[in-house]
């Protein structure tokens, strides 16, 4: 008899609906006069939202992780990449990504449909988080036909660390990036259109966090599997306000799950938490360990916080409330800028790549706030950025007394990921955490 | 208690077969395509060398990377579990337990219950494991018994880079155009082998007493490399390779935790 009850998401499908019309709307954009822009999951996208409703996103990691869960035509993508002579070793999200403009074809299939070409965008709207986002639409660029580009820095240092001088150096920037916008579509920019944009951002971000921090009963009532789904469509368009909306619906759900005491994991009986981008054409790992072990993943730091935005320091873990929930009222253009560059450099997923001691402290605060009986790294050979310092934060975490298991992988690319081996490693973890099999 | 454990590992098939912590018989078949089969022929040879029957053994566990073959066993551990509680029970001061095996070197950290606190595999790699040193003696024209004792008479270190069995061929072929002894190329290979496991045991942490276990173990130059690494002696059981199988045997007799 199992442990716990379980239900399904009644948000479930809503979510899927997001995502579908966000693929589509992408698609249709011209057809009904709109615009396309390409950038990143971390990308400033508030901004372009101040060009008008009918202008659309496809943003590139995600992108890239949809095309890695549908393997045949990874495989396909990487292959052309790699006959175009890009490197084997570069972020395999971008590998997908350019392999899918190079094969003319979209990554986004609708049910009984043949693939379409890819979509050209109209513009590129980046920033520089990491060595490879900073390469990663130049060759975009390239590849279209030498479609316009426009860029943020936004190396600054560790929030902690960080100047009124390098909000303004990032606040110039986006003013720029507005003229340019305006300069490079013919439309007038929209300032109200921003400010609303900004106030979704962050709704969506401090919602997301909530979310998770509703993950730390038991048994948890989101395992991580489910919470891919669900904070993708914070990477795809943070600064909606269907987004913003929808978080916040399923907050509401996750509450009532919570308080029923109704369980991802039946037979809850081992909490984990993972790392960085999760091997994505193999997600049954995660089906496996809850079925054999009764194993619950948590979330990450990744899921938690790559979307989420969260206050960390002095031995805090919490979500960081919105501008507006502390009375803040955007004025203009350049306050909402300020508002929405100091807000994103915040986030901790942002900070590993000047410290890994950052995301030691923060990963083991979720270890002890989350009530974790161990952690599972995935040393991921697809992303430089987020792989950055991971044998420290391994030992660290170690240091402070939870067990670590390490796995490698790749987020992208099937072919640098081994499911038996992997699950033989799982099993010897779970065996020396002396977690009964189910199964 | 009579109780079996089998190990099925990548090249061999072994059996132990102990009643309350004295092996009575052991058993081992070169693992080929057909595991079930090969799986009742080193238990058959258990049994008779232990004398007695398959239905006086009361349980069976397997472990090893086919351990899901065994089709009688009436439960499993991992590699992990039973290399600890193996080793254990034979060296109860071991606190780092090495295991290389053909195809796979393994590092585990236990505590002095004999519970594992971590644990590293070099999986992807056969410049770690058993089949780097038969490669290297395929490439040396030496039978592998020979390339052990045989480096043991170098006294000459020739430094070996390539971290990979595959690139490290190339480098022993050049070895062996520059008319470099074999004696010192065989102890290069050890070298560089052991490098690789020293690395990978000292990811979890090497803590004395080291026990070696595996069919590596039975091989004197890795043995001379890897304490020449480590910096210190090794504890290394009569029958290395069978450690596995006598875990997965103590585990079912609940002798071993």
Request: net charge negative.
């Given at each position: 008899m199992a442990k716990y009850k379980i239900a399904p998401l009644k948000t479930w499908q809503r979510a899927k609906e997001i995502r579908a019309n966000y693929y589509r709307d992408y698609e249709a954009a011209h057809e009904k006069g709109g615009l396309r822009w390409a950038g990143g999951a971390w990308t400033f996208d508030a901004i372009p939202a101040g060009l008008g409703d009918d202008v659309h996103s496809i943003t590139s990691e995600p992108y890239g992780a949809t095309i890695a869960y549908q393997k045949e035509f990874s495989d396909r993508c990487l292959e052309a990449a790699e006959n175009a002579g890009y490197a084997r070793d570069l972020c395999s999200y971008m590998r997908n990504y350019w392999g899918s403009i190079l094969l003319d074809e979209y990554g986004w299939v609708e049910p009984g449909e043949e693939r379409k070409p890819f979509p050209k965008p109209d513009f590129v709207w980046q920033d520089h988080i990491c060595c490879s986002h900073a390469k990663w639409y130049q060759v975009v660029s390239d590849l279209e036909g030498g479609i316009p580009t426009f860029d943020i820095d936004v190396a600054v240092g560790p929030y902690d660390k960080t100047t009124k001088h390098g909000i303004d150096y990032v606040v110039g920037q986006m003013l720029d990036g507005i003229d340019w916008l305006e300069k490079t579509t013919g439309r007038k920019y929209d300032d109200q259109k921003l400010i609303e944009a900004v106030y979704n951002t962050c709704r969506s971000e401090s919602t997301w966090a909530e979310i998770c921090v509703l993950n730390q009963a038991v048994p948890a009532p989101l395992e991580e599997k489910t919470m891919y789904s669900l904070y993708v469509l914070g990477t795809l368009e943070k600064s909606s306000q269907e987004v913003a909306d929808f978080y916040e619906e399923l907050k509401a759900e996750v509450e009532e799950r919570v308080a029923n005491k109704i369980a991802a994991v039946e037979n809850e009986q081992a909490r984990v938490m993972t790392d960085t981008q999760p091997p994505w054409g193999f997600l049954r790992v995660f089906r496996y360990m809850a079925a054999k072990y009764g194993c619950v993943s948590i979330g990450s730091l990744y899921t938690f916080a790559l979307i989420g935005n969260w206050l960390w320091e002095d031995g805090k873990f919490v979500p960081r409330p919105t501008p507006q929930s502390q009375?803040?009222?955007?004025?203009?253009r350049e306050h909402a800028l300020r508002v929405l560059a100091e807000w994103e450099l915040s986030k901790p997923e942002w900070q590993h790549f000047y410290n890994p001691k950052y995301k030691s402290d923060m990963m083991i605060q979720i270890a002890k706030d989350w009530k974790l009986d161990g952690v599972m790294l995935h040393y991921n050979r697809g992303c430089e950025g987020l792989s950055l310092g991971i044998a420290e934060n391994r030992l660290a975490i170690l240091e402070a007394g939870f067990p670590v298991m390490i796995f490698e992988g790749n987020m992208g690319d099937?072919?640098?990921?081994?499911e038996a081996r992997t699950t033989a490693r799982i099993d010897s973890f779970m065996e020396s955490l002396s977690i009964p099999k189910l199964t | 208690m009579v109780t079996a454990g089998i190990d099925v590992g990548a090249k061999n098939v072994k059996i132990i077969i102990q009643d309350n912590g004295k092996v009575l018989g052991k058993g081992q078949v070169t693992a080929g395509f057909d595991t079930a089969s090969d799986i009742k022929e080193a238990l058959d040879a258990g049994l008779a060398e232990a004398g007695v029957t398959r239905e006086q053994v009361e349980t069976i566990y397997a472990t090893g990377a086919g351990r899901k073959e065994v089709k009688d066993a009436d439960d499993s551990y991992t590699e992990v579990g039973a290399d600890a509680a193996g080793a254990i029970y034979l060296f109860p001061s071991a606190r780092t337990v090495i295991d290389v095996g053909a195809e796979e070197g393994r590092a585990i950290k236990v505590d002095e219950k004999g519970k594992v606190v971590d644990f590293a595999i070099n999986?992807?790699?056969?410049?770690?494991?058993g089949a780097f040193t038969e490669a290297m003696a395929r490439a040396l024209e030496l039978p592998l018994t020979e390339l052990g004792p045989l480096s043991l008479t170098s006294t000459r270190a020739v430094p070996m880079n390539a971290q990979c069995a595959v690139f490290a061929e190339s480098e022993v072929v050049s070895l062996i155009h520059q008319k470099t002894p074999k004696r010192d190329i065989a102890r290069a290979v050890h070298d560089a082998m052991a490098s690789r496991i020293t690395s990978m045991a000292r990811r979890v942490g090497v803590e004395p007493e080291v026990c070696l276990i595996g069919g590596v173990a039975k091989n004197p130059g890795f043995i001379d490399s890897l304490k020449r690494d480590l910096e210190m002696e090794i504890l290394i059981p009569e029958d290395p390779e069978f450690v596995s199988a006598l875990g997965a045997a103590l585990l079912a007799a609940g002798i071993a935790n």
């Open positions: 009375g803040v009222e955007l004025k203009d099937e072919r640098e990921f081994d | 999986e992807r790699c056969a410049a770690g494991a």
